[in-house]
C-alpha cells in the first residue's frame, strides 16, 4: 500500500498568519492518464471529516479561497494564507490513484 | 442535498457482532460506490470497507484487519447501506462513518467527498 506521511504533527499558529501542511507519498500519484488523485479533509473537534480538496488543487464547494493545495509526484502542499478560529483541527490527505485508498496521519492544527 | 445518516451504533462485548445502517439520500445511491471509515478514539481514519456500485457489479473490498469478520451490503431499493460486524473486537472500538467513495466508476472528482456523522462502536466487556 502507498503509505502517506504528513508533517508536521501539531502546527501551532497565530490567528490571520499563513500554515502550511506538508504530504509525502511512498511512490508517484501520478497515474497512467496524468491525473493526480489526492485530496485534503479538515475534521474539527467533534465533527465528521469534510473534503476540501480533490485531485491536488481543486477546492471543494463552499471552501474558502484561502485554502489551497498544490503538489506534484509524491510532494504536496495545502497551504492556509491566513488563519482563522474556524480552521483549527486535523487535517489529512489522503490519496486514491493506487488501490486502496490510503490516508496520512493527520496534522493537528491549534491556535497559538 | 447529499445525506447520509448512520445508526445502530452501540456497546458490545468482544466476540459479539453488530449491524451498522447508513440510508442516504440527495444523490443517484444505487450507481455510487460507498465506502465505511472508522477512527478509533484520538486516531487517525482507517477505510474498513467499500462495496461497489451496482452497473460495476457491487463486489466488496475488504482491508486485512476486518476481511472475514465485516460484511458490507447495500439495498438499493431503500437507499441504505449497511455493516455486518461480527467477532468485534476491543481494536474495533471508534466512529464508523458511511462515506460515498465516489458517485460512479467514472466520477472525475471522486474518493469521499461527502460523510455522515457517524455512529459510535464500542467494544468492551
Known amino acids: 500500500d502507498v503509505v502517506m506521511t504528513q508533517s508536521p504533527l501539531s502546527l501551532p499558529v497565530t490567528l490571520g498568519q499563513p500554515a502550511s501542511i506538508s504530504c509525502r507519498s511512498s511512490?508517484?500519484?501520478?497515474?497512467?492518464?496524468?491525473?493526480?488523485?489526492l485530496n485534503w479533509f479538515q475534521q474539527r473537534p467533534g465533527q465528521s471529516p469534510r473534503r476540501l480538496i480533490y485531485?491536488?488543487?481543486n477546492r471543494d464547494f463552499g471552501v474558502p479561497d484561502r485554502f489551497s493545495g498544490s503538489g506534484s509526484g509524491t510532494d504536496f502542499t495545502l497551504k492556509i494564507s491566513r488563519v482563522e478560529a474556524e480552521d483549527v483541527g486535523v487535517y489529512y490527505c489522503?490519496?486514491?490513484?493506487?488501490?486502496?485508498?490510503?490516508f496520512g496521519g493527520g496534522t493537528k492544527v491549534e491556535i497559538k | 442535498e447529499v445525506q447520509l445518516a448512520e445508526s445502530g451504533g452501540d456497546l458490545v462485548r468482544p466476540g459479539g457482532s453488530l449491524r451498522l445502517s447508513c440510508v442516504a439520500s440527495?444523490?443517484?445511491?444505487?450507481?455510487?460506490?460507498m465506502s465505511w471509515v472508522r477512527q478509533a478514539p484520538g486516531r487517525g481514519l482507517e477505510w474498513v470497507a467499500i462495496?461497489?456500485?451496482?452497473?460495476?457489479?457491487?463486489?466488496?473490498h475488504y482491508p486485512d484487519p476486518v476481511r472475514g469478520r465485516f460484511i458490507v451490503s447495500r439495498d438499493d431499493s431503500q437507499n441504505t447501506l449497511y455493516l455486518q460486524m461480527n467477532s468485534l473486537k476491543t481494536e474495533d472500538t471508534g466512529v464508523y462513518y458511511c462515506?460515498?467513495?465516489?458517485?460512479?466508476?467514472?466520477?472525475?472528482?471522486?474518493?469521499?467527498?461527502?460523510w455522515g456523522q457517524g455512529a459510535l462502536v464500542t467494544v468492551s466487556s
Open positions: 489522503v490519496q486514491g490513484t493506487h488501490w486502496p485508498l490510503t
Open positions: 440527495g444523490f443517484a445511491f444505487s450507481s455510487a460506490w
Open positions: 462495496v461497489e456500485g451496482d452497473a460495476d457489479g457491487g463486489t466488496a
Open positions: 462515506a460515498i467513495y465516489k458517485s460512479d466508476r467514472y466520477d472525475s472528482r471522486p474518493y469521499l467527498p461527502n
Open positions: 511512490q508517484s500519484l501520478v497515474d497512467s492518464n496524468g491525473h493526480i488523485f
Open positions: 485531485k491536488v488543487s
